[in-house]
């Protein structure tokens, strides 16, 4: 089954038994991270990792995670790409403290 669903990554709290954001086979994010800094990314992933089934799959842009290295994820090289794969129960320490949302740098106007 696929699901598709609104979701603050900054915001709202993953993973969530009670809704359907737990013990997912593949989360697809990407160039969602470029738009973080390294230290809210660092914060982020273990919740991402954390909602992934073992052995399910996070695929990101080609360079978002580039140089980090997160507990319970493993990088897999493929053809043109890379995924990272859960491959262990990941310490999520809670609670976090999430980083402040900032004001975007542009707004379009809904006129």
């Known amino acids: ?3 598709f669903a609104h979701h603050n990554i900054v915001a709202d709290d993953f993973p969530d038994r009670g809704s359907m954001l737990h013990d997912m086979d593949l989360i697809i994010c990407r160039n969602v991270f470029i738009y973080f800094s390294r230290k809210t990314t660092g914060v982020l992933l273990p ?3 954390g909602t992934l089934r073992k052995d399910g ?3 990101t842009g ?8 997160v507990e319970g994820l493993q990088i897999k090289g493929l053809p043109g790409s890379f995924v990272h794969q859960r491959t262990s129960e990941p310490e999520i320490r809670k609670p ?3 980083p402040a949302i900032t004001q975007p740098v542009y707004t379009k106007n809904r006129a």
């Not at 080609?62 to 290295?69: A, I, M, P």
């Open 1 to 3: 089954m696929v699901s």
């Open 47 to 49: 919740e991402f990792a």
């Open 57 to 59: 799959y996070l695929l």
């Open 62 to 69: 080609h360079n978002e995670l580039q140089g980090q290295t």
């Open 96 to 98: 976090v403290t999430r």
